[in-house]
């Protein structure tokens, strides 16, 4: 028989509060770390992303290499959080770090171009399919560039994005639907956004709602992931890509592919995969194997409107004017040379092949311990990226997350993951590979998995 729900959110906060003072005792430099860095720094460390690990107080990390990370107590991880994705190429990879330490050596930054840019802007094309390139020093930047030239060219506001998403500090995305309503996405601050004026939000994979929304014709652009990775992993239902592409052309809607996450699945994204046709294709993370980088891409179509439509901003025709998008140190020399790094020897088909592989053996691996125990859980992959949920099939959409996602069984996992050496992201539960994860690696997150399966079904928390 089931336990009522109130004492089984009981025993899991028990276990999580045992397993946070498991990871206190064997964290002790850490903790005094954090004790210190919370004196100076508005939200504990350098950036407040890093204080919400699972354990109660981030790891100080001594070094990371390939999937491996060792803290300052000496404690090491598989790591299969890789920075959010950011360091998907694998820490301190041979390629990106040789390349860097060249352009160290030769200047950073001084806003001129250098020509390793040249075959980053024909590899981009050759991988992704769109001809013209922007760099910016973040996938944030990335999808505010590119909804600033949707903006400029359709001279329409707002911006359609899907419940549940999440596209980085784009305030106009922090959104969701809640009781039918559009809300600011829980657990995001207020921003001072207005967003009647600027947003509008609808259900993935609803074509209908999509359709309904982009009618008015008032909408600049559809700003998406292919497949949702930032709600737990919301696969697009067959036909629907088809669907939002047909609506958007047909309305006048530049449509946004932001594949930051979903470069996981290939070479060429998930677009290239599924043979999707972007106006503007958005990356990020990984993309300059860990130095900060953004980038986008848009269609010959988008090229032509955006300088018909600005003739005074046209480089072609007139120098020396403000586009308002990007930052200085976009397109540095620093990051052109990681990127090429990246594009030419880290993220190439071969490594691709490798870390699909270790992913399909964790998938089959977790899928093995879930059915062997009849626990009423699932796991996704894309590529090389993996996700447990604690439901027993993929949500369609964000309402679907929204009644049954397990946040209290989420965070024990985490916890229990970070003391048994595995680490994941603190608010996913995403195991990513990197070209330099082994199997033995992904075996000891089985062995994990499988001891973290006892204890929730021996506790009746599963
Ligand atoms: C799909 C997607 N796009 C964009 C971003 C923003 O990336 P960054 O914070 O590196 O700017 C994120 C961050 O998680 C993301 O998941």
């Known amino acids: 028989?089931?336990?009522?729900?109130?004492?089984?959110?009981?025993?899991?906060?028990?276990?999580?509060?045992?397993?946070?003072?498991?990871?206190?005792?064997?964290?002790?430099?850490?903790?005094?770390a954090w004790a210190q860095g919370r004196r100076h720094f508005l939200y504990g460390g350098p950036s407040h992303w890093m204080r919400r690990w699972a354990g109660g107080f981030p790891v100080y990390v001594e070094e990371a290499r390939g999937c491996h990370v060792r803290d300052i107590d000496g404690n090491d991880y598989v790591d299969f959080c890789l920075g959010d994705t950011g360091g998907m190429c694998g820490h301190a990879s041979e390629a990106v770090t040789r390349a860097a330490i060249r352009q160290l050596e030769r200047g950073t930054t001084h806003m001129m171009p250098t020509e390793d840019g040249l075959w980053v802007g024909e590899e981009l094309t050759r991988r992704f399919g769109l001809p013209y390139w922007t760099l910016t020093t973040s996938a944030t930047d990335a999808n505010r560039g590119a909804i600033r030239i949707a903006r400029m060219i359709t001279g329409r506001d707002k911006v359609l994005v899907f419940s549940g998403c999440y596209h980085g500090g784009v305030e106009e995305a922090h959104v969701e639907l809640r009781d039918g309503r559009m809300q600011m996405r829980n657990m995001i601050h207020p921003n001072g956004v207005d967003h009647a004026?600027?947003?509008?939000?609808?259900?993935?994979?609803?074509?209908?709602?999509?359709?309904?929304?982009?009618?008015?014709?008032?909408?600049?652009?559809?700003?998406?992931?292919?497949?949702?990775?930032?709600?737990?992993?919301?696969?697009?239902?067959?036909?629907?890509?088809?669907?939002?592409?047909?609506?958007?052309?047909?309305?006048?809607?530049?449509?946004?592919?932001?594949?930051t996450h979903t470069l996981s699945c290939g070479p060429g994204g998930y677009t290239r995969l599924h043979g999707l046709e972007p106006?503007?294709?958005?990356?990020?993370?990984?993309?300059?194997?860990g130095i900060p980088a953004?980038?986008?891409?848009?269609?010959?179509?988008?090229?032509?409107?955006?300088?018909d439509k600005i003739p005074h901003l046209n480089p072609r025709r007139r120098q020396s004017a403000h586009f308002g998008i990007g930052g200085t140190l976009a397109g540095n020399a620093l990051t052109v040379a990681t990127m090429r790094a990246v594009l030419a020897d880290v993220l190439t088909p071969a490594n691709y092949e490798k870390?699909?592989?270790?992913?399909?053996?964790?998938?089959?691996?977790?899928?093995?311990?879930?059915?062997s125990r009849g626990l009423p859980w699932h796991v996704t992959q894309i590529g090389a990226r993996v996700e447990i949920m604690f439901s027993?099939?993929?949500?369609?959409?964000?309402?679907?997350?929204?009644?049954?996602?397990?946040?209290?069984?989420?965070?024990?996992?985490?916890?229990?993951?970070?003391?048994?050496?595995?680490?994941?992201?603190?608010?996913?539960?995403?195991?990513?590979?990197?070209?330099?994860?082994?199997?033995?690696?992904v075996d000891k997150h089985g062995a994990v998995f499988e001891r973290f399966t006892d204890m929730v079904l021996k506790s009746g928390v599963a």
Not at 5 to 11: K, L
Not at 364 to 371: E, K, L, Q, S, V
Not at 425 to 437: D, Q, V, Y
């Open 279 to 289: 106006d503007v294709f958005v990356a990020g993370k990984a993309i300059a194997g």
């Open 294 to 307: 953004g980038i986008f891409g848009v269609s010959e179509e988008i090229a032509t409107r955006l300088w």
């Open 355 to 371: 870390m699909i592989g270790r992913a399909d053996r964790l998938l089959a691996g977790a899928r093995d311990i879930i059915a």
């Open 392 to 441: 027993p099939t993929p949500p369609r959409n964000g309402a679907d997350v929204i009644a049954t996602r397990r946040g209290d069984l989420e965070t024990l996992l985490r916890t229990f993951y970070m003391n048994e050496g595995i680490l994941v992201t603190p608010f996913h539960t995403m195991l990513l590979m990197c070209p330099a994860t082994e199997d033995a690696d």
């Open 197 to 259: 004026r600027v947003s509008k939000v609808v259900e993935f994979n609803d074509a209908a709602a999509l359709e309904a929304a982009l009618a008015p014709r008032d909408v600049a652009c559809v700003l998406m992931e292919p497949l949702m990775t930032n709600f737990g992993m919301i696969p697009a239902a067959d036909g629907f890509h088809e669907a939002v592409r047909e609506a958007a052309r047909r309305t006048g809607t530049v449509l946004i592919i932001d594949e």
């Open 1 to 32: 028989m089931n336990a009522p729900a109130g004492t089984v959110s009981q025993t899991i906060d028990k276990l999580i509060d045992a397993e946070q003072a498991r990871f206190a005792e064997t964290h002790p430099r850490s903790a005094r």
